[in-house]
Each structure stands twice: as C-alpha cells, then as structure tokens.
C-alpha cells in the first residue's frame, strides 16, 4: 500500500510556472509506476504525463507539448511535475497516482491502470 500527497499547487499568471510534488508513504515505491491527471470543473479526469518505475521511462499528453517535465526520486519517495508556460486552460486539480506495473519499463496513460491516489491540488492560471 501507498499514501500519496501532493503540493504545490496555486495560482499563478499565464506564462508562468509552477511545480507540484507528490509525496509518498508506505512500502515499496519504487515498485509502481506513477502519473499525473487533472480534472477541470465540469470535465473528466484526463491524463497528463506518467514515468516508469526506475525513472527510465516517461511519457506525456499532447498538450503538454513540452511544457511539463515528470520525474521521480525514489530515494525521496517524491513525484514531481514541472509545469512551465502555463495556460488558463491549465487550471484544474491535479493528481498523482500509483499502479502496479508488470516490468520496469511500463507507463500508464489510463485511470483505470493505477490503484492508489492523492487527494488532489488546485492549479489555477489566470490571464
């Protein structure tokens, strides 16, 4: 089992950056893939970007376009999303989540693929 977190989030201009942390308690967190989602008011939850076990892989939605970095540090049982450039349509609660993958090098893109997740942190970008 994993407990997870997350802080950072706020509000912040468009253009701007902001960096949310994911913190994890329990066992074995190095053994899960992990991932970001958000979910706008009155949207679905909708993928943002995930990273495998090791670190080793990541992937990212299309509309992150290289303006957000996923990354780990096992050793500090933390998850980080970088958010750079922000947009208005940025603005949601962002999540982190925890699933158990078959092999190292697995990410997950789906909700339905991770058993464990935080409570979520509001990002709010204005223009």
């Known amino acids: 089992q994993v407990q997870l977190v997350e802080s950072g989030g706020g509000s912040v201009q468009a253009g701007g950056s902001l960096r949310l942390s994911c913190a994890a308690s329990g066992r074995n967190f190095n053994s899960y893939a992990l991932g970001w989602f958000r979910q706008a008011s009155g949207k679905e939850r909708e993928f943002v970007a995930a990273v495998s076990r090791s670190g080793g892989r990541s992937m990212s939605a299309a509309f992150v376009k290289g303006r957000f970095t996923i990354s780990r540090d096992n050793a500090k049982n933390t998850l980080y999303l970088q958010m750079d450039v922000l947009k208005p349509e940025d603005t949601a609660v962002y999540y982190c989540?925890?699933?158990?993958?078959?092999?190292?090098?697995?990410?997950?893109?789906?909700?339905?693929?991770?058993?464990?997740w935080g409570q979520g942190t509001q990002v709010t970008v204005s223009s």
């Open positions: 989540a925890a699933g158990f993958p078959f092999n190292s090098g697995t990410v997950f893109d789906r909700t339905s693929d991770y058993s464990h």
